[in-house]
């Protein structure tokens, strides 16, 4: 079933007053979704071994053991190979304000506020030179270029392009990109906060669990193919951030599931009896607080009711993850589909 959403007018408020004050800081001060130190860089280095296309274009095109270099505007990239570029792409999509355009709610259909959403950006190439139709623009001027170095420069902008591409797809991923939930690191900095799930999936490091491709016969799938198997979807209807908890959005719905006791070791040596909800997608899915055993669970104290602890995360990462990986590999498959013959 579609998820729907509340949209309470405390948000237009919250919008107006972070956007006024991010602006002061928007140059400097970068928000990030995965970590790019080692996050994004993962997902996508495992993407690129799952994806069977991407290996057998490059043979195809005989460009398995080249580098690429090219300047467009300020970035530049030189004697960089494939898949570096796919790696460096899907970091650099975090630069500057782009993280803005990096949220799309398959619930109503927009990005955060009034920016691009994560959908167009990605899918349509709105508003960037770096989308996925700009990558097929790209691989078209590789195969038509009549010179070396143009052939070598449009080959690395589409590698390029690709990364960054399937970054803005990995960013589905994350409950709160995909529930309109934003989260800027210098405020929450200042309240010693953080995204708690992002947070959590950078501890893992490099030990990330992979995912196989995932074949949609249309790019737009990926993000959202309006029957719930687009990597928005799934995640907006199955999942919570920090501040949607039962709050927004119709799923995920209490009575879904159930609710089981699991005893935790604190770190004092002592014996803690810890009550999670969970659902038949998601195990736990949430922690009940102490405040709901004080029978504070009413409407308007959902965040104080529940919390998202490391073993919630934790079970969010098992599931997302290898989606995230799964995903963009399929849509490298996507666009190197078919049969290229070049000599």
């Avoid at 719930?228 to 951030?241: I, K, P």
């Avoid at 989606?323 to 190197?336: E, K, T």
Wanted: hydrophobic share 35%; aromatic share 16%; proline share 3%.
């Amino acid at each position: 079933m579609r998820n729907t959403r509340y949209i309470p007018l405390r948000n237009n408020i919250t919008f107006f007053t972070l956007n006024l004050f991010f602006w002061l800081l928007v140059c400097s001060v970068p928000c990030l979704a995965y970590d790019d130190d080692v996050t994004h860089p993962e997902i996508t280095k495992k993407a690129i071994k799952k994806s069977e296309n991407l290996d057998n274009a490059r043979k195809d095109l005989k460009i398995t053991n080249k580098t690429f270099s090219f300047r467009s505007g300020l970035i530049s990239k030189k004697g960089k190979e494939y898949d570096q570029l796919l790696t460096e792409g899907s970091t650099d999509e975090d630069n500057k304000d782009y993280f803005l355009r990096h949220f799309y709610d398959p619930i109503s259909g927009d990005g955060w506020g009034v920016y691009e959403s994560a959908y167009n950006r990605g899918a349509n190439g709105a508003g960037t030179p770096w989308g996925y139709t700009d990558a097929v623009g790209y691989f078209y001027s590789a195969l038509t270029s009549t010179t070396k170095e143009s052939k070598n420069a449009n080959f690395g902008k589409m590698f390029y392009s690709l990364g960054r591409t399937v970054h803005l797809l990995q960013d589905m991923s994350v409950p709160a990109h995909v529930r309109d939930d934003p989260h800027f690191p210098y405020f929450n900095q200042l309240l010693g906060e953080k995204d708690m799930y992002e947070a959590h999936v950078e501890t893992l490091g490099s030990n990330l669990p992979s995912g196989n491709a995932v074949d949609f016969g249309d790019r737009h799938f990926y993000w959202d193919d309006e029957s719930g198997n687009g990597l928005a979807e799934y995640t907006n209807r199955h999942f919570f951030s920090k501040g949607t908890i039962f709050e927004n959005y119709t799923y995920p719905h209490e009575d879904e599931g159930g609710w089981k006791l699991v005893s935790k070791t604190a770190e004092d040596g002592k014996v803690d009896i810890v009550k999670y909800l969970y659902t038949d997608e998601v195990s736990p899915l949430a922690k009940f607080t102490v405040f709901y055993k004080f029978g504070l669970h009413i409407s308007g104290l959902e965040r104080v009711s529940y919390h998202l602890d490391n073993e919630c995360h934790n079970a969010y990462a098992k599931l997302l993850i290898p989606r995230a990986v799964g995903y963009s590999a399929g849509l490298l498959d996507h666009f190197f589909r078919g049969e290229i013959s070049y000599v």
